[in-house]
Nanobody
Framework: QVQLVESGGGLVQAGGSLRLSCAAS????????MGWFRQAPGKEREFVAA????????YYANSVKGRFTISRENAKNTVHLQMNSLKPEDTAVYYC???????????????????WGQGTQVTVSS
């Protein structure tokens, strides 16, 4: 069992930056691929970024490519999402998630992730 806790959300102006963090419990964190998803009001949860167990492979949604960077620190059981050049359409609750089955990562489907955090709100004002 893995527990995930996100932090770092907040209110920022368009063009600004935020860094989200996800702290994981459990000794198996380093063997899991990790992902970030987001959900805006009235919309389905959507894929943002993913990273393999080693951090050697990263994947991004087209909407955030070039602006967001996912990274992980296995020694600290933490995964990060650096978000730059934020836009109002990035406003959502952001969730981190762990994929037990595919350590190389890359899945953009919520169904492939086994553990989820409670989410952190990101609001980008225009």
């Amino acid at each position: 069992q893995v527990q995930l806790v996100e932090s770092g959300g907040g209110l920022v102006q368009a063009g600004g930056s935020l860094r989200l963090s996800c702290a994981a419990s459990g000794r198996t964190f380093s063997s899991y691929a990790m992902g970030w998803f987001r959900q805006a009001p009235g919309k389905e949860r959507e894929f943002v970024a993913a990273i393999s167990w080693s951090g050697g492979n990263t994947y991004y949604a087209n909407s955030v490519k070039g602006r967001f960077t996912i990274s992980r620190e296995n020694a600290k059981n933490t995964v990060h999402l650096q978000m730059n050049s934020l836009k109002p359409e990035d406003t959502a609750v952001y969730y981190c998630a762990a994929d037990r089955v595919r350590p190389r990562g890359g899945s953009s489907s919520t169904r492939d992730y086994d553990y989820w955090g409670q989410g952190t709100q990101v609001t980008v004002s225009s």
